[in-house]
Nanobody, 126 residues
Framework: QVQLVESGGGLVQAGGSLRLSCAVS????????MGWFRQAPGKEREFVAA????????YYADSVQGRFAMSRDNAKNTVYLQMNSLKLEDTAVYYC???????????????????WGQGTQVTVSS
């Protein structure tokens, strides 16, 4: 059974930074792509960032481009989302997700991911 466990969320002032972590267990860490999504109250879950296994390329939503960075530590079976210059509108529950479907190529679509974490709350205050 694959498990994804997020951590690192919390309360931060606008302009501040947080780093989210997502630890993966239950399956070999290699060969899959990872994504981060978020869901604000009353809104659909939306794409934030994704990372290919195959070539380490990362992709970002326009709203976080230049402020967020996704990375991976293979030795720790963990992916990270570094979030800088946080804005009020970044407040949401953040979820990590994993997919093995496409040979290590990531996706911006929720439906392409097979495994999800439980989410971690990020609250940005003014």
């Amino acid at each position: 059974q694959v498990q994804l466990v997020e951590s690192g969320g919390g309360l931060v002032q606008a302009g501040g930074s947080l780093r989210l972590s997502c630890a993966v267990s239950g399956r070999a860490f290699s060969g899959y792509a990872m994504g981060w999504f978020r869901q604000a109250p009353g809104k659909e879950r939306e794409f934030v960032a994704a990372l290919n296994w195959s070539d380490d390329k990362s992709y970002y939503a326009d709203s976080v481009q230049g402020r967020f960075a996704m990375s991976r530590d293979n030795a720790k079976n963990t992916v990270y989302l570094q979030m800088n210059s946080l804005k009020l509108e970044d407040t949401a529950v953040y979820y990590c997700a994993a997919t093995w479907r496409y040979g290590g190529i990531s996706s911006r679509l929720r439906s392409d991911y097979d495994y999800w974490g439980q989410g971690t709350q990020v609250t940005v205050s003014s």
